[in-house]
């Protein structure tokens, strides 16, 4: 053979280094949205994370069970007629510890991404924004619903072994159910809106807690203020703007609960419309910001 | 004081503080606090019982603690997780004036984004009435430093110092608070209203704990977590993200 052909002939040898295309199943949108929600979750209480991360999800999950746990102790030791906590109050009652696991772990599931690069990584795979956004914002709110849930769990199944009455403690669970899944949602919403604001992690969970903490610290003063006042309209309204009194407003007005206003002078069923509205006007309004956020791969 | 204080540090200090995102959550927080104050003023005239709700169960209780946390953990926080404190380290300075001026720096962002609202909204209230609004704001000042102090330690300790400040300040402080008595001792937002109590009118402010001892905690705290924190930043080990 001449020299020219036989290198004209290894020209193209030299690149095929044997890799071969995959022409298997390809899973898809679906299953990498699956997979981004099934992660997100565990991560939220520090599974498949280090053993540090671990501490402080699975503390504040403990926290939150543990009152309940007395309460039932208590109620079947003292033979009680009902819960001495209602399944709509407990929330509120904890939502210090529910404010800190969410200001903990709404800022560890998005703002690392942004910090270390990895949502043009996300990008450049089947998925798009919005199923990014929809995976995170589901995964956020389902550990807050575990988490708000669980003791509610706990208070049923007590309730039912002091042999309360089934019908009533079923519908009053159902909707102190109902009314933790509100609240999941609008604190996973708001909070992955500020989270995902900041590649910070420390500042993001600054943020989270002082959005939820201050309003409630200035919505309560205020209230108490009205109160002194026998402002009894004004109290009410100024629920509106703080997370949590928006939940207290929405279940006393609509799920049988007893307001934690002051003077317990909650919003009337009126008035409890425009706490809807405002709740899931609030819940849509910050899935589409975080839509909005990641509409630039870049960032 | 010169060999405690760095101007180049504190400037880069400044700067870390008070950048663009960071210091829109610090003008936001006191500017609730005076739209509030606003707010009740035209609501319900000037009244000294309302002043005192005010800025004693909104300025003082939750807005001082949550200032002091961004200021305090984000002066020294955010260069540890990033790693960037090594080449701060690396230079000839000593680790003690780095806390030093790191703790002034804090203390004085604290101060100036909460002691000042905190006496623009007691004159916004109810005008001084039985010196409230100095007193309050005495008691944010105190306070501040003393959160400084303890929150720029916690900076140096723990990687999660922004969720353990922020445990301190709301749940000991608050629940723990209105719960157990003894709790109510070891809070420095009961130190600093045993000086506001001193300031105000007889009985217009009340505090758990006695003047003598509060000025001795807060002054012990203050000087004890300083010291340590410069003592903890000897000995850095930089941890890489979990």
Redesign the interface.
Known sequence: MPPESATQQRADVIHNIGYRHYDGPRLGRAYARRSLFSQSLRGAYGLGRSAKSKVAPMLLAAVMCVPALIIVAVAVTTKANELPVEYTRYAIIMQAVIGLYTAAQAPQSVSRDLRFKTIPLYFSRPIEAADYVTAKFAAMASALFALTGAPLVILYVGALLAKLDFADQTKAFAQGLVSVLLLSLLFAGISLVIAALTPRRGFGVAAVIAVLTISYGAVSTLQAIAWDQNNTDAVSWIGLFSPITIIDGVQTAFLGAESAYPGGFGPGTGAGLVFLLVLLGLIAGSYGLLLRRYRKVGL | MSSLYHPTVARLTYRALLGR??AL?LFS?PG?LLV?AV??RA??GADD??AD??LG??AL???VP?IG??AG??AI??EI?DGSVVYLLAKPVKRPTIIFTKFIVATGVTVVFSALPTLLAGYILNGNGQQLAVAYAVAATVASITYGAMFLLLGTITR????VG??YA??WE??FGSLVGGARDLSVQQWSLALAQKVADNGAVTSEVGLPAAVLLLLAVTVAATWYAGRKLRTLTLAG??
């Not at chain 2, 999660?160 to 969720?163: E, G, K, M, P, S």
């Open positions: 995102r960071r959550i927080l609730l509030i707010a009740v609501l319900s019982q309302t709700a005010v169960g909104f209780a939750t807005m949550l946390v961004i953990t984000g926080g955010p997780d999660h110092a922004v969720i922020l445990v709301l749940v608050s629940l993200e979990e």
